[in-house]
C-alpha cells in the first residue's frame, strides 16, 4: 500500500482539483453521462449553507489548486449559481470554470447577459459540453451560441469546448435540430458503429455507459477481474467531485462516498466503510467475495463489460439491503 495508507485504516489524500455539482438535475439524459444526471432526477440543489461548508472545507485543504462548478446543469437555477459563485469568490476559492450543456443559449443576447452577470460574481471561464451524446438533447445552433457568447464575455482563454474535435464534426450535422448516435455515426463515417464514437469520446465504462451503451464493449465473466484494483482511482484527487448532498467523490468512482462534508478526510476502517475498504485493498473481485460471504450477493449478470460494471451490480445489491454510509446518495441508485 502506499503511504496514506496502513494496514488497518485508510485515508483520503489531500483534495487537488475537482467539481462542486450544484444538482444531479439536468435537461439531458446523455448516454454516456457518469452521474447519472437527466430530467427525472430529483429536483435536489446544494443549498447556500451547504455551499458555505464545502468551499470552508476547501479552504482548508493545503493542496487544493482550483474548483469548477458542475452539475447536473447548474445554470437551471441561475440566480443559484450566481450566489455560489459569489461565494466561492468571498471564501478565496479559486475557481476554474462552469461546465454547462449550452441547452439554456436559445439566443445570443441572453446568453451574453447571462455569461456578463456570472463574471460579475466572479466566474472566470467556461467549459461547454459538445459531442453526439449532448446533441441528442441538444441542437448544435445552441452549442455555437454558447461558445460564441462565453468567449464575448471571458475571451478565448476562458472558453474551453469539450471536445474540440467533435464539435467540428458537430458542425457538419443539421445545426437546428437533435441528431441521435446513429445519426452522426453514419455522417461522419463511423459505420453506424456506436463503439467507434465511445473511442473517440474516451467514454468512461460506468454510470449511464452501463444501461445505454454496454453493448459497445465485450464482456466477460466477474472473475476475470481479479487482478483489477481500485486504490489508484479511489485516492485520486485530482478531479474529485462534491454533490448536492455534501457526498465526496475521488476519480471516476461517483456513488461512493470516500467522506461527507463533515469529515473529508475520515478514518476508514473494514467495519466502518466496507466496501470503500474492500473495493481500495482488493479491487471488486474482494468486494464480491465479501459480499458473497457476508451480505447473500450473486452476481446478476452472466458477464461485465468493466470492472465498475461489476462494482456497481454489487453496489445496488448492498444499496438495496440498506445500511452503507459510504452507497449514497440514494438517488444514484434509484435512476
Ligand atoms: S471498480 Fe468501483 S471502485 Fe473501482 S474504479 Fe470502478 S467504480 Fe471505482
Redo the contacts with the bound molecule.
Sequence with gaps: MDDHSSPTTLTIPALRSGGVMLTYRCTNKCKHCLYRCSPQQVDTWMSLDLAEQVFAAMAREPQLRDVHIAGGEATLKMDLLADVIALAVRMGVSLSYLETNAMWCTDGDTARESFLRLARAGLPGVLVSASPYHNEFVPFVRTQTCVEAAIDVFGRGGVIVWIPQLYQALAQMPADRTNTLAEFCHAAGLSDEIGAVGRIYGLIP?GRVLDELRDCYPARPAED?SS???D???YNTSHFHIDPFGNLFT??????AAGKIGDLHPQITAENHPV?WH??TG??CA?MQWARDHHNYQPQRDAYI???????DI?RHLHALGGFEEIAPDTFYAN
Design positions: 460506468g477481474f483489477c484494483r481500485c489508484g482511482e479511489l476519480g471516476l468512482c461517483p456513488g461512493i470503500f473495493l481500495a479491487g471488486p468486494l468493466s470492472k465498475c460494471d461489476l462494482c456497481t453496489r
